[in-house]
């Protein structure tokens, strides 16, 4: 959701900005600009469309000289994605220029305001309000001005600035909407996510809500809304540059599919110990877990459906009622929260706002929040009670994979160990869990090994205007997330539907050749999945069947079928849903889709 970049040093800034916007752009890619101080003022360059245009325009940055700067690249809020709404936005006495992520919620008064005051404005945007703000309350002080504007402003942003009266300076401020800077030597940098930062520096430090920093090549100080100078800890970022390259793999999408074995092993691997599940935080103990009568999880997209795939093993194992509730929707509600009830909240970024608005209710009710959140140090993380990491490493694709995967394994993780701890089950189905849980890299890596088959499979799809996914249970869970995939990156309508639910409506939908995906993994329901499958062949559906070769009697009622490697009927979501990313994969493919950049999507959604 917009992704912003700033630079100051001795380097060309145009060219470091437009390095940094490249591993941003994830975040949104309708248009773009950066805008340098040289002697004579700022220079600035927008576009609409992607970074590689900009990088056309400018000659990779050489035709924009200084050597400080500011960068954007946009997901469109307020105004079309054209070049005059694009970022960064300039003060009518050319003194200031603005980058933004997130949105100005008074823009509106603040613009008419302005307008009162004579201020020109070129674009639609909210963010420009920012920049004639600026100017407005400008005295010669440039941290007296931005807090003054800070002040004005409602909503969420981060926020980065250059005037020309400060020609080596460059400065940042958030509320609400991720920031980082990076300190290097003799350069320093500010960004949205680590994923910009990473070629340049791993030492960087997290600005929370409230505070600015002014940021020059030699220095970096940072304030709080008030002025006073806050002393903030320099963290070390684990994450390398490689892992945030596609290294040989054609789209970001298909490598961290295939990085899943590991991922989900370095999730698991660090928190079994001598046969025993060791969560990260100790005050997770029988005490507390015995005091909780209910657990809400709550989440936004993949990050939902991967919760709503780990109900069950929670509900089963922990014996504890379990309400599934998009963020979305329980910030809006009235949720029936107190202090026995623990919110467990998935996020790959940490970042997403509906999310952090459904942590910040359900605080308010007193619920303990339990974070299953891949960005170290991100919003969601420092919110909650308790934090457990996906140790998936950078997740740039729009479209989660891995990030799925590990939060899914970690759901697993929590509902054995409490089931242990709070003594729900018996020792001998523990360690035959505990077991299934270890191998589960391997089946994953055993599914990804499908991949040939799959890719032949996803011929079938590449011109079909609509596709069912059907399944029962944790089958329905996988389907949910299976079109969602297949919707996101292929643009083919695509519809999860509970298997049993298809008589009530959907099925007046099957006709002949209709493409119906069903899944059929979960040994418990299967015999009556099989059931809707037949319903769907006698009015003319094509059945691709998911299910493991235990299921003898699949062959006679579907028309093909992927056979994913056997595990515990409670793990086998975490198996299923690789094929399924892997047919979204290769149908975009086929149909010549950005895959890693989806059209109207983002990968951070910080605006609700
Ligand atoms: C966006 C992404 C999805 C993601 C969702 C929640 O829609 O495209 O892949 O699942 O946001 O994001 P989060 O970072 O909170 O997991």
Partial sequence: MCGIVGYTGMQQAAT???????????????????????????????????????CEETNNGEALPGCVGIGHT??????????????????NDGRFAVVHNGIIENYQSLRDELIGKGYLFESETDTEVIVHLLEMYYTGDLKKTVLRVSSRLQGSYALGVICTDYPHEIVAVREASPLIIGIGVGENF??????????????????????FARITPDEIQVFDLLGKIVKKEVRRVTWDVQAAERGGYEHFMLKEIMEQPHAVEATIHPRIQNGEIKLDDERMDAGFLNNIN???????GSAFYAGCAGRYAIESLCKVPVITELASELRYSEPMIDEHTLVIVLSQSGETADTIAAIKECKSKNASILAIVNVVGSTVAKLADFILYTWAGPEIAVATTKGYTTQLVLLYLFALYTARVTQRIDDKTYRKLLRAIKTLPRRIQ????????????AEKYKDARSIFFIGRNTDQAAALEGALKMKEISYIHAEAYAAGELKHGTIALIEEHQPVIALCCNEKVWGKTMNN??????????????????NGMISSVADDILYIPETETLFTGLVEIVPLQLLAYYTAKNRNCDIDKPKNLAKSVTVE
């Fill in 533 to 550: 499958i037949i319903e769907v062949k006698s009015r003319g559906g094509d059945v691709l069947a998911v299910t493991t070769k235990k």
């Fill in 294 to 300: 209910r657990i809400v999880i709550t989440a936004c």
């Fill in 190 to 211: 500010f960004a949205s996510d680590i994923t910009a930062l990473v070629p340049y520096t791993r030492n960087v430090i997290y600005l929370e809500d409230g505070e």
């Fill in 446 to 457: 055993e599914s990804i090994d499908m991949n040939p088959t799959i890719a032949s499979c």
């Fill in 16 to 54: 470091v900005l437009l390095e940094g916007l490249k591993r941003l752009e994830y975040r949104g890619y309708d248009s773009a600009g950066v805008a340098v101080i040289k002697d004579s003022g700022i220079d600035m360059r927008k576009v609409s469309g992607r970074i590689s245009k900009l």
């Fill in 74 to 91: 946009r997901w469109a809020t307020h105004g079309a994605p054209t070049d005059m709404n694009a970022h960064p936005h300039k003060s």
